[in-house]
């Protein structure tokens, strides 16, 4: 009997002449413009926010890698810097040093090295920390600086809410969606730019784009979450304007206010927490946005995005099981 042992490791299973560290290094160049636009409109405090859970997550990472697990250093792979940005991305400008260390040990301890490091972590670790921080310091994570351009002042910047949540209050307290948007300080093209209150990363539709157009050029990603996604937003979204324009925003407002594209293309697209196989792509994206959408609407959160990964994140084993890739050399089904 042979001594030989065939040992497979975790999904996903692909070959390809790209290796993961320039997949997470691809994800990390597709993520520079939105963080430009985040340092134009935010200054200085989004490089110390973004440089800080950076750094707070590859020392943590280290420290449970050669302390703990007493495995190779991953810190080369990149992973850590996504996971750190990607935090970023999704806190205000203004968050307090200590809430960002915080969330980057939830997020690399709890999210990702607790199972066993890169590629076997079934959550979005970015995800698992931005949620905890949420439900943990909600003053904190939905205290929203208004944009200042270039302003690169230690000062705290005057704040407000979100359009999503000003969206979400007035229709609370009885008013229509046409007045709502009327009084709105912030036009589309805003929204589009960046000009807008919000996290660091999801303000700028436009920079967000041309990330995910970057990635999908490289084929770091395929195109069947995010249009899932972001379809299946539009479409349930624009149903419910069309019954009732007064009650509900309409399918451009979702799309370009919150953490919708942000999560469509960068987090969403994980490569470790999304299903492996484009029709898995699509369902998952699906879920998303309809998840995405109850809660935005008839939850108490004005925004769900995150919530609605991580939910899906479960489901994906049970996708993967149902639409698994046809095998090697299987032959095709008998007719009757």
């Known amino acids: ?40 409109y935010f200054g200085f405090n989004a490089v110390r926010v973004t440089l800080m859970a950076v750094a707070f997550s590859m020392l943590f990472e280290w420290l449970i890698q050669k302390f703990i697990i007493k495995g190779k250093n991953t810190l080369p792979d990149g992973s850590a810097i996504i996971t750190g940005m990607l935090l970023a ?6 968050l307090p040093w200590w809430i960002i260390l915080i969330g980057s040990l939830v997020a690399i301890g709890m999210g990702k090295m607790s199972f066993g490091g890169l ?18 310091f909600p003053v904190q994570m939905t205290n ?30 009885g008013e229509s969606y046409q007045s709502i948007m009327g009084d709105m300080p912030t036009s589309y093209v805003d929204m589009f730019t960046g000009n807008i209150g919000g996290s660091l ?27 899932a996604m972001l379809g299946s937003i539009a479409i349930f ?19 370009l206010t919150g953490g919708a594209l942000l999560g469509a293309i ?26 995405t959408v109850i809660i935005r609407v008839f939850g108490a959160y004005p925004e769900g995005v995150s919530f609605a990964i991580l939910i899906m994140n479960a489901f994906v084993p049970l996708i993967n099981k149902g639409f698994k890739p046809k095998r090697f050399g299987e032959p095709k089904p008998q007719a009757n």
């Open 1 to 40: 009997m042979g001594t030989n042992i065939l040992k497979v490791s975790h999904s996903p299973h692909d070959y390809s002449s790209i290796s993961v560290k320039k997949i997470m290094y691809g994800v990390i160049i597709a993520m520079l413009p939105a963080f430009a636009v985040s340092i134009y």
């Open 89 to 94: 991305f999704n806190v205000p400008s203004n």
């Open 119 to 136: 590629g076997k972590n079934p959550f979005n670790p970015a995800l698992v920390g931005r949620v905890f921080m949420l439900i943990s």
């Open 144 to 173: 929203w600086p208004k944009v200042s351009v270039m302003n690169f002042s230690m000062v705290d910047a005057e704040t407000g809410a979100t359009p999503l949540a000003i969206v979400k209050e007035g229709l609370k307290n």
């Open 201 to 227: 990363g999801e303000i700028s539709a436009a920079a967000l784009i041309i990330g995910g157009l970057y990635m999908l050029f490289r084929k770091i990603i395929t195109w069947h979450v995010p249009v």
């Open 237 to 255: 979204t624009g149903i419910l304007h069309y019954t009732n324009p007064s009650e509900y925003a309409d399918p451009l407002f979702h799309l």
């Open 266 to 291: 960068f987090m969403a697209t994980d490569m470790v927490t999304s299903p492996m196989t484009g029709k898995g792509g699509l369902i998952f994206g699906l879920g998303i946005g309809v998840i």
